[in-house]
């Protein structure tokens, strides 16, 4: 079956540490995105790539990194300077970055709690 | 500045009632338009999108949303809701020809409960 994952799906962490959130698509996409989701606010876009090696800051960049050595990969570090990483992490490809039907195809996501 | 709101947080409805989620966006032009589902714990479906012509759109699992320009609306329909169709529904706009996931802007989503 064709889809993104991430994973975990739940990830805890002692305050301080680095960690790192994997998605892996199959669906031959070349565009992925990580967003950030926290309660009772829409999704705010972290970065993105469009190709390989390749990516871009969203706009609360501050405090993560990301790497895009693989088409299929895109994982998601988040550091210790990020000031409140506690929250549902989402990844999403789309399959092509310019035209009209875009469409952006989103994982499961990961729940990080920072303790 | 672009914005995308959804006015209602949360919205309870009986089963096989009637449904209308609200959607009004601030654009310059004519934006694209989403709807996504969420449940809980999940990720993002995409129900619907409306990029031009007919300014009614249907979408999967029944929903159908309609576009109003002079309203700068696009709000979400369901005849008949299923126990199943209790989520949060995200609605979103990016501009038109897009090209940078970076424009597209997320309402803040309204939570839908679904009465026995």
């Known amino acids: 079956d064709g889809g993104i994952t991430q994973s975990p799906k739940y990830l805890f962490r002692k305050e301080g540490q680095n960690v790192t959130l994997s998605c892996e698509q199959n669906l031959n996409h070349d565009a992925m995105y990580w967003y950030r989701q926290d309660p009772g606010q829409g999704l705010r876009l972290i970065y993105y790539?469009?190709?390989?090696?390749?990516?871009q800051k969203g706009d609360i960049a501050e405090g993560y990194s990301v790497s895009r050595e693989k088409k299929e990969s895109f994982p998601l570090t988040v550091t210790s300077a990020q000031k409140n990483p506690t929250a549902f992490y989402l990844c999403a490809s789309s399959p092509r970055l310019a035209g009209d039907t875009d469409t952006q195809y989103f994982g499961p996501g990961t729940r990080l709690t920072v303790l | 500045a672009q914005s995308v709101t959804q006015p209602d947080i949360h919205i309870t409805v009986s089963e096989g009632a009637s449904l209308e989620l609200r959607c009004n966006y601030s654009?310059?032009?004519?934006?694209?338009l989403f709807w996504y589902v969420q449940s809980p714990g999940q990720g993002l479906q995409l129900l619907l999108k409306?990029?031009?012509?007919?300014?009614l759109v249907q979408g999967i699992k029944g929903f159908e949303a309609e576009f109003k320009r002079s309203q700068s609306s696009f709000n979400l329909r369901k005849p008949s809701v299923h126990w199943s169709d209790a989520a949060e529904y995200f609605c979103a706009v990016a501009p038109p020809g897009y090209s940078s996931a970076s424009k597209i802007i997320f309402g803040s989503g309204t939570r839908l409960s679904i009465r026995p």
């Open positions: 654009y310059g032009a004519t934006p694209y």
């Open positions: 409306y990029f031009s012509g007919d300014t």
């Open positions: 790539s469009q190709i390989v090696n390749d990516f």
